[in-house]
C-alpha cells in the first residue's frame, strides 16, 4: 500500500434530501527519522500513462460557477474546522453543504487549517463522476497531499520524503515504487502460509478470551496478528524473537498519531484536543526513540531487500525508511482499519450470509485438497463480491487530494465546473462510492453486488487512489500493494468460515475504523 493515503470511517444517506429538495536527503542510521489483482505474482507494468478517467475538456453541461466560499481568513478556517470535527461531524459535515449548495461540488476549508496548514481552501468533489479526477496524474499533482492540506514533518520518517509524498514527475517515485513491487513478488509465496499461522494465532487468542471473560477485543488482537503477518511474510522475521518483541503495534500506533494528529479526532474535550494536536504539531523528538526501535528492527530484517534497493539507485537507508513506512503506516494501518470494518459489516449482515459464505469457502477448499490457494479464491464470487462490497461501502482510503496543473473543466452529474491552474481537489470517498446514481441501494451492505453483471460496477471501486479495474503502475499514483489487499482480505474471509459457521459483534467508535469487541464465535460443524 506504498502509495495509498490513510483512513478515517461512514456515512448517513447524503443525497437523497438533495435530489428531493433539487526531495530526498541523506541520513546516517542512527539519526534515522525519515499489487496484484489477486495475485502477488503478476508483473506489474512499468509504463508511465496515469489512469484515464478524467473529464472531456470540453462539456455538454451547463457550467456553473463552483458554490461555497472560504470564509474571512482564520475565522473560516476555524469554523470549518470546528464543524468538521465537533459541531456536524465529519459526513454531516458534507452533507450539510450539499444541501445548502445544491451541489456536490463546492469550496470549503479542510482541517487542520491555522496554525499548521497555511492553506486549507479546497474544492471538494463529492460524487462518482467528478470523484476520478483526482487519479488522473496527467491533469492534477500528487506532491506532498499525501496526508491533505499539511505534511508531516520528515523529521518523523528519517528526513526523507516518503514514497506516498511523491509525485510520478519526480525521478525517485519510479524507483521507490519499483523497489515495493520487488518486495511484493520477491514475497508472493510466504503470503497465504504466514496469514493462515498469524490469523490462526488470532483466532485461539479470541476464543481464550471469550472463555475467560465473555467477550473479546478483536483490535487489539488484529493489531498484533497484523504486524506479526507483516513481518513474517515480507521480511522473514519472528518480532517476538527479536529485541521489539511484542512492542510493535504499539510503537506504530504512537508513530502514526504524530503523522495523522492533525486530521484524527480521540475523543478528548474539543477545544483541548483542538488546541493540542489541531492547531499545533506535536514535536517529532518525542516520538524518536521509538521510532529508531522500529527502523533498527527493519533494518536488520530486510538485507535481502536492502541488497536491492542500491542495485536500483536507493541509498539502504532511504530504503529503509520506506519499507517502514510502506509496511507500518500503508499496510498495517490498512489492516489495522479493514480487518475491523470487514467484521462490522458482515456481523450485521447476519447469520444466512455466514451459512452462504461457509458453504461456498468449504466446498471449494474442499474441492482443492483442503489447501487455500489463490485459484481456488478465484472460485469464490460471493465471498470476491463481499470483500468488494466492505471497500466500497466504507472505504479505508476515504480522503484523496490533487492539485491542478492547468485550468480544468470537471463534471459531476448535473453540471461542469471551472477550475484553476493551482486551485487544490479534495474528494471524499465514501460519498463517491456510495453514489445513488451509480449504486442502487448504495447505503446498504449488499454482499453480492459484484456478482456477475454487477462486476462492471468494480470499476467505481475507488479506495486504492484509482478504480478497482485498473492496475498500479510506475507512472500512476496507485497504491503499490492494491492487490495485496484484496488478496489478504479475501484470506481474513476464507480463514473466519473455514473456522466458525456464524459470530457476533459488538461495535464501538474509534478514531481509526471501528472497535469491534467479538461476543460470540460458532465452531464450524460441517
Not at 189 to 199: G, L, Q, R
Not at 274 to 283: A, G, K, M, N, Q
Request: hydrophobic share 40%; with cysteine; net charge positive.
Amino acid at each position: 500500500m506504498a502509495s495509498c493515503s490513510l483512513a478515517f470511517p461512514t456515512l448517513q444517506p447524503q443525497f437523497q434530501s438533495l435530489k428531493n429538495k433539487s526531495t530526498s536527503k541523506p541520513s546516517t542510521r542512527r539519526l534515522s527519522f525519515r499489487t496484484i489483482r489477486a495475485s502477488v505474482s503478476e508483473k506489474p507494468s512499468v509504463s508511465a500513462p496515469g489512469v484515464t478517467v478524467s473529464p472531456p475538456e470540453n462539456t455538454k453541461l451547463p457550467i456553473r460557477k463552483i458554490p461555497g466560499d472560504y470564509g474571512l481568513p482564520l475565522v473560516g478556517p476555524f469554523k470549518d474546522r470546528m464543524d468538521y470535527f465537533y459541531n456536524q461531524g465529519r459526513d454531516n459535515f458534507f452533507k450539510s453543504k450539499v444541501l445548502k449548495y445544491g451541489s456536490t461540488v463546492f469550496r470549503a476549508n479542510m482541517g487542520p487549517g491555522p496554525f499548521i496548514a497555511p492553506n486549507p481552501q479546497v474544492v471538494v468533489l463529492l460524487d462518482g463522476k467528478s470523484f476520478p479526477i483526482l487519479f488522473d496524474v496527467t491533469k492534477v499533482e500528487k506532491k506532498d497531499l499525501f496526508t491533505g492540506t499539511y505534511m508531516p514533518s520528515t523529521e518523523l520518517t528519517g528526513g526523507y520524503r516518503i514514497l506516498s509524498y511523491l509525485d510520478p514527475s519526480e525521478p525517485m517515485h519510479a524507483k521507490l515504487k519499483k523497489f515495493m513491487f520487488y518486495l511484493l513478488k520477491s514475497r508472493r509465496d510466504h503470503v497465504i502460509p504466514e496469514f493462515k499461522a498469524s490469523y490462526t494465532e488470532l483466532f485461539t487468542s479470541l476464543e481464550k478470551d471469550l472463555a475467560l471473560k465473555g467477550k473479546a477485543n478483536f483490535v487489539a488482537a488484529n493489531d498484533q496478528a497484523a504486524f506479526n503477518f507483516l513481518a513474517r511474510a515480507w521480511f522473514g522475521t519472528e518480532p517476538a524473537q527479536t529485541s521489539l518483541g511484542l512492542d510493535g503495534p504499539g510503537l506504530v500506533s504512537k508513530w502514526v498519531l504524530f503523522n495523522l494528529g492533525p486530521v484524527l479526532s480521540l475523543g478528548l474535550p474539543k477545544y483541548l484536543e483542538d488546541l493540542t494536536i489541531h492547531s499545533f504539531r506535536l514535536p517529532p523528538a518525542l516520538i524518536k526513540k521509538n521510532y529508531q526501535r522500529l527502523y533498527d528492527f527493519f533494518y536488520a530484517s530486510s538485507s535481502f531487500l536492502l541488497d536491492e534497493a542500491e542495485n536500483l539507485g536507493i541509498s539502504r537507508e532511504e530504503a529503509c525508511h520506506n519499507l517502514l513506512f510502506s509496511t507500518c503506516f500503508n499496510s498495517f494501518g490498512g489492516i489495522k482499519i479493514l480487518f475491523p470494518n470487514m467484521m462490522k459489516w458482515l456481523g450485521r449482515a447476519g447469520t444466512k450470509l455466514h451459512a452462504q459464505l461457509a458453504e461456498e469457502i468449504r466446498s471449494v477448499v474442499q474441492s482443492n485438497g483442503g489447501n487455500v490457494t489463490m485459484r481456488g479464491m478465484e472460485q469464490m464470487p460471493l465471498m470476491k463480491s463481499a470483500v468488494y462490497e466492505a471497500l466500497r461501502i466504507e472505504p479505508p482510503v476515504p480522503l484523496q487530494y490533487g492539485k491542478a496543473k492547468r485550468d480544468l473543466i470537471i463534471e459531476s452529474h448535473d453540471a461542469a465546473f471551472e477550475v484553476k491552474e493551482g486551485e487544490l481537489l479534495f474528494g471524499f470517498q465514501p460519498f463517491a462510492t456510495k453514489d445513488p446514481k451509480i449504486f442502487t441501494r448504495a447505503e446498504e451492505f449488499v454482499a453480492d453486488r459484484f456478482i456477475g453483471e454487477g462486476e462492471e460496477l468494480l470499476k467505481h471501486v475507488l479506495w486504492s487512489n484509482g478504480p478497482e479495474t485498473e492496475k498500479p503502475t510506475l507512472g500512476n499514483k496507485q497504491c503499490a500493494g492494491k492487490d495485496f489487499v484484496v488478496l489478504v482480505a479475501r484470506l481474513f474471509v476464507v480463514e473466519l468460515f473455514l473456522r466458525y459457521d456464524s459470530f457476533e459483534i459488538e461495535v464501538g467508535k474509534s478514531s481509526l475504523g471501528a472497535a469491534v469487541t467479538v461476543t460470540s464465535l460458532k465452531r464450524a460443524r460441517f
